[in-house]
């Protein structure tokens, strides 16, 4: 069974902390993606990554910074949190190349007071 | 733009009660389109994969057909255990490897 896990499933920054969120996947998977999930807007793409040290923007990146420097692991750092950074972030990952589902984390509910 | 949207946006329903989902897009070209569940406080789970117009899949009490502009997710006889939030996402031919999710219908079923 494919498996990503995220390092933490609840946390509580305060604004302008520098806040890490980690996702390691166990599939050897290329792609690895970013999102938040906010009620009534989906999923929105934040950032993705297709190989070791390659990253793409996607639809939200103001304000987030990310870093692969493993194959197997993908964070989302948050330079200086922002109240309106509060939020479900969701990691994901993928094989490269055919029309594969996303294998997705359980999630973490970042809440920045 | 490209956009993906569902409705109805929630939807309650009594337990053995049919009904469906509709999942409408525009995109340029479709290279898949995906079905997820998601269950409160967790990930997306994947259900189905689309390719082409007049597939269908099923799993269970879940079918999902896939006209050129919609998809919908059939859900018979339906019993408290299917109450989840059902995503829709697409894959566009131009796109690499980027998805653009629907914003999801909220499904009750009450026994």
């Excluded at chain 1, 493993?70 to 990952?93: H, P």
Aim: negative net charge; contains cysteine; aromatic residues 12%.
């Amino acid at each position: 069974d494919v498996k990503v896990t995220q390092s933490s499933r609840y946390l509580v920054k305060r604004t302008g902390e520098k806040v890490f969120l980690e996702c390691v996947q166990d599939m050897d998977h290329e792609n690895m993606f970013w999102y938040r999930q906010d009620p009534g807007l989906g999923l929105r793409l934040i950032y993705f990554s297709y190989d070791v040290k390659m990253k793409e923007k996607g639809d939200i990146p103001e304000g987030y910074s990310v870093s692969r420097e493993k194959k197997e692991r993908f964070s989302l750092i948050l330079e200086s949190a922002s109240t309106n950074q509060t939020s479900m972030y969701l990691c994901a990952s993928t094989p490269l190349g055919e029309v594969y589902e996303q294998y997705f984390g359980p999630g973490t509910r970042l809440t920045v007071t | 733009e490209d956009q993906v949207t569902q409705s109805p946006e929630a939807l309650r329903l009594q337990e053995g009660e049919s009904s469906s989902l509709n999942c409408s897009y525009t995109v340029s070209g479709l290279r898949g389109l995906f079905w997820y569940r998601q269950d409160p406080g967790k990930g997306p789970e994947f259900l189905f994969t689309l390719y082409s117009a007049g597939e269908e899949k099923e799993k269970e009490r879940l079918k999902a057909t896939l006209t050129k502009k919609e998809s919908f997710l059939h859900i018979t006889a339906p019993k408290p255990e299917d109450s989840a939030t059902y995503l829709c996402a697409v894959l566009e031919k131009t796109s690499y490897d980027k998805v653009i999710f629907g914003p999801g219908t909220s499904l009750s079923v009450i026994p």
